[in-house]
């Protein structure tokens, strides 16, 4: 382990480097690291903003549109599995290792993907991909954490809104001139040298503080169950996502049920790991249980937002797939805004709750606008919306942060962090699938053929039996240019303007109606996060307890030394508290 000055201070109040691994760093190496550890971030965001768009042209070339969802729902069952792994491994082993060790995943996951010649290897090294990114987000906050108390946090974790943002805004214009111009192989090579600029500075400035008494006791019992588990959920909520069927698609529970049975014994398991992968006691900590709660309703509410809107961009506008990620931009400023600006309050402040409170009102009152979204709807009043969504969304990427890690013992620190992240990706997880299934719900014939009366198209065309090609499946999938659309083709104007008028109205009224579940899953989280009790920020690393600890140790030192010098016949003067 390495040493830094003042960590062989003496006396029950002076903090070690296993306390407060950032002593003796410099302001400037602190900067440094937290570079790289957002450069690690960014690698991650970008991929899935970067693969996304160009996903179709892959599947196409490898001859893979059979098992094309398996190329993101591997990734998202790999990164989401291990994220709370990684979390209590950095917490035994350190966060440096375990940080290069999931970078260098990543790095080589996606070396291979950009080798693909056949679709099971995409889908293959999509996983390993996955595997690494698990330990991107949970562990860079945590080190975000370890650099800085829980009063200085708030400046600096608004910047993992702005990572998110710029990765946004970056990748669809990256990966469509790379494909453009080389091959849609380069969009995995890009992350090469961003990540070995990233592992450089990780592995010569990050200190690694592992705890030597507690790294032989890895919970392989809870690991094994956990993983069964979650995997059978998240292909279950896939599978409701991707069926016709939703939620009343028998795969769907059988995979849920088998689940929920290996979580059951990972519950049961637990209790009695000496060192769990997920502490159950943190979850008796008010402040931390209710932050779980909210952040899974949070994103399980603004994942309606993600998934309705480019679709409403791409049928409704009939942009392209990257013109419908850039549609997006008032979403995202606003997400950035509000992230980096809550951070700022916080710290300044110390106050957190009031954040949280304002930025779900917020998001509640954007969701609501947007459940009013139609075909004409003007597109600066949605540019509106959309930014009053993102000012609430913010944040929750900056703000629960550091109530988490505020709330627990610094000891715990990776596992809370991955906990938070953990419940963060499947509330996205299980709020899209649940948007979708409603979505099917609502995107009934009776309320097409209403619609297309609505919009003047002639009786003959509204019948009970569709037009062959006329599936509303298939049109949910496409723009205008195609696909769903081919059946028009074959009829004239102005009766092909009408029908597509009264599919675009029936469609925009039915992603309207199915917003209002997100409404309502951030209401539940506005509730869930009046149960935050505000914490005092901390000014040091150790919690409350060990503070408490702390002070009672060294009164009882001091009262020794008194007394001492009494017997001695000399008077002792008390030493002074270490900052």
Do not use: C
């Not at 003796?24 to 991929?47: H, N, P, T, Y």
């Not at 809370?416 to 963060?424: G, K, V």
């Not at 209403?450 to 499946?473: K, M, N, R, W």
Request: no cysteine.
């Amino acid at each position: 382990m390495e040493s830094f000055p003042d960590s062989t201070q003496t006396g029950p109040s002076a903090p070690s480097v296993a306390d407060d691994p950032a002593l003796g760093l410099s302001i400037r190496a602190k900067m440094e690291i937290l570079g790289a550890v957002l450069l690690g971030m960014f690698l991650s965001a970008l991929d899935q903003t970067i693969v996304g768009p160009v996903l179709p042209k892959i599947v196409s070339d490898l001859h893979g549109s059979d098992v094309y969802t398996w190329a993101v729902t591997i990734y998202l069952l790999t990164s989401t599995v291990t994220v709370p792994i990684y979390g209590k491994l950095s917490d035994l082993y350190g966060r440096k290792p375990i940080l290069m060790i999931g970078i260098t995943l990543f790095l080589a996951g996606s070396a291979l993907s950009g080798l693909s010649a056949e679709m099971w290897q995409l889908v293959l090294f999509r996983g390993i991909q996955g595997l690494g990114a698990g330990a991107l987000f949970p562990i860079a906050l945590a080190i975000i954490g370890d650099l800085f108390t829980p009063a200085e946090r708030g400046k600096y974790q608004g910047l993992f809104g702005l990572v998110f943002g710029v990765a946004f805004l970056a990748g669809p214009a990256i990966g469509g001139f790379l494909t453009d111009t080389f091959s849609w192989h380069a969009i995995f090579y890009v992350n090469l040298p961003i990540g070995a600029v990233a592992l450089a500075v990780i592995w010569r400035l990050l200190p690694n503080i592992k705890h030597t008494e507690r790294v032989g006791r890895i919970d392989f019992a809870g690991v094994i169950t956990l993983t069964l588990g979650l995997v059978p959920v998240l292909v279950g909520f896939t599978v409701a996502e991707n069926s016709a069927q939703g939620f009343t698609d028998p795969w769907f529970w059988g995979w849920v049920a088998i689940g929920l049975v290996f979580l059951a014994i990972f519950v049961w398991v637990e209790r009695r790991s000496p060192e769990p992968v997920i502490p159950l006691r943190l979850f008796r900590n008010r402040t931390f249980s209710a932050s779980m709660l909210a952040i899974f309703f949070a994103t399980f509410g603004f994942g309606a937002v993600i998934i309705f809107l480019p679709l409403y961009f791409l049928i409704v506008q009939g942009v392209s797939y990257t013109q419908s990620g850039y549609q997006l931009l008032p979403f995202m400023f606003g997400l950035i805004l509000a992230s980096i600006a809550s951070g700022q309050i916080v710290a300044r402040t110390g106050r957190y709750k009031p954040v949280i409170l304002v930025g779900l009102a917020l998001l509640i009152v954007g969701m609501a606008l947007m459940t009013q979204l139609r075909a004409d709807t003007d597109s600066i009043v949605l540019a509106a919306w959309m930014f009053v969504a993102g000012l609430g969304v913010g944040p929750t990427f900056a703000v629960f942060t550091i109530i988490v890690q505020n709330a627990v013992d610094f000891k715990d620190l990776g596992a809370a962090t991955s906990d938070l992240t953990l419940f963060r990706q499947i509330g996205t997880t299980v709020g899209i699938a649940a948007a979708f299934s409603l979505f099917r719900l609502n995107f009934t014939w009776d309320l097409i053929r209403e619609q297309l009366a609505a919009a003047g198209v002639p009786a003959p065309f509204i019948s009970a039996t569709p037009p062959p090609g006329f599936d509303p499946g298939a049109i949910t999938n496409v723009s205008n240019s195609g696909g769903g659309f081919d059946f028009l083709n074959a009829i004239p104007e102005p009766t092909r303007s009408q029908i597509i008028d009264g599919l675009h109205r029936a469609l925009t009224i039915a992603i309207g109606n199915s917003i209002w579940l997100g409404v309502i899953a951030s209401g539940i989280a506005l509730v869930a996060a009046f149960g935050l009790r505000e914490i005092p920020l901390r000014r040091t690393q150790q919690s409350a307890a060990a503070n408490h600890a702390a002070g009672e140790a060294k009164a009882e030192a001091e009262a020794d030394a008194r007394a001492a010098g009494r017997e001695a016949g000399r008077p002792v003067q008390p030493r002074p508290a270490a900052d």
